[in-house]
């Protein structure tokens, strides 16, 4: 699984490492700039080519140095249990999440983003690889040897410092694994498992001590969070709103990771780096709390288990031409990775399953747990019970773009057939990649420099 722009291609065929293509027109001229496709990275755009003057901090690589030069810093945020159906931008009612929402004032927002994975662990690798889950299998114990794409990685590999933040021990569900290969340092303490004491010393972290561990290099920093946990317990610091129940609960500390979240961004502003950063904020899974007769996070991937939002943040001028919009597009973590790449100018082509959510066109998702899966196109989502997913009893259709909360079934299409199809293949094809390692690392022209 891995995707070339023509560029790459044309290398590949010249080192020997892909066949012989006349197709690739390796010797063509597609936008007129002297400079044939086997040495302009970008063939469709006349100022994009070797020795052009790069503009530094626009997310465009001018001269095809691999990355844009004056590079952005990248702090993202996995909120614990931080489900869409309780923010504002993305219902559009009472939000418990006014942070957010202010963010996505101020940046980009997604009303239709959802996990593409359930739970926390299967987040925590399609935040890192872009790669979907496998049916009935956990990738980061199941395929604990394969070789996986990850954005720190790659951002390491483009000259970033990569630190991660988490709030849980990361030795559970062989998180720790995967992190020593992707990350230069792994931040975590027992004493400080809960959001405030986690954002506190990241907040400290960054004043005093990002220079020593950076030493000049930008950053890509990610952090999860625990507080919003089920079963959504009060602990010290979270204010007492309503009941006892588990949505009096959760709208309370979702509120208390909200405003959180937001007393770490505040401590930063003043830092001299903080205006050249990209902030990414999502959840990594909402959580049922009684929709649809679902209680428990393993019962459903509907939107109010799997609907998170989804938030990019920065003084970037392609955040800056979309500011303030909220898009209907469907979307997913999967697009996470190849957005922080295009707003770095770094080439996003490879084995990233989403898109840039500041490219334009259209969206889609999927999400795969075990037997429940998902997959949304156009306005419509299907969800298919994948053990028996030829059977049309097991399906069910909803329009996103009229119904949010899936609370309305429709009758089934063609479409939706030619979507089950679509999603069934995806998620056997998942599994045979995983299991015969054929998720090849990405290939990029700065290596091959």
Known sequence: LVRLTPWQWCAAIAQGRAPADPAAGCDLDGDGDGVPRARDCDDLRADVRPGAEDQPGDGVDQDCSGADRDPYNVLVIALESHRALGVGHVTGGPSWSPRVDQLAREGIGQRRAVAAGLPTIASFMVLHTGLLPCAWCTVATDFAAARLPALPLTLRQHGYYARFFSAA????DNQAAWLRHWYHDVDYDRAREEDGPLFAHMAQWFKRELAGAAK????FALAMTRTNHFPFARVAGVQHRGGDSWADGMRDTM???????????DALRGEPWFRKTLVVVTGDHGHPLGEHGHRHLFDTVQVEGTGVPLVFWGDHPKINALRGQIGTEPSSHLDIAPTVLDLLGIDRSGAWQGRSLVGGGRGQ?????????????GSRRLLVDGSRHLDRSGWRAFDRTTDLREDKPLPLTDADAELAADLTAVATWMYDLYRRDRVLPVWWPVAAK
């Open 365 to 377: 998702s999927w999400t795969i747990k075990d037997a429940m899966w998902a997959a949304e196109r």
């Open 169 to 172: 021990d990361p030795s559970w």
């Open 216 to 219: 000049g290099r930008p950053f």
């Open 255 to 265: 509120h208390y990771a909200d405003a959180e979240l937001g007393g770490l961004l």
